[in-house]
């Protein structure tokens, strides 16, 4: 679980969401969260802002993304 601080979904904060492992022989639907997430190739970072819906995204790919503030 992506542990992201209250403060930030409140101010809807801008983060940094950083691809850390390959798409390579992942299902088809985390291979497209990370394309609407904007992370193409490893070690691609994104700033986006910290909505639910990309908190969600984020979510289902934690285990191949890195997560900061920005």
Known sequence: MVNIA??????????KVTQVKSAIDRPERQKLTLKALGLNKMHATREVEATPQILGMIRKV???VKVEEA
Do not use: C, D, R, V
Request: proline residues 8%; without cysteine.
């Open 62 to 64: 934690t285990h191949l």
């Open 6 to 15: 209250p403060e930030i979904f409140n101010n809807m904060a801008k983060i």
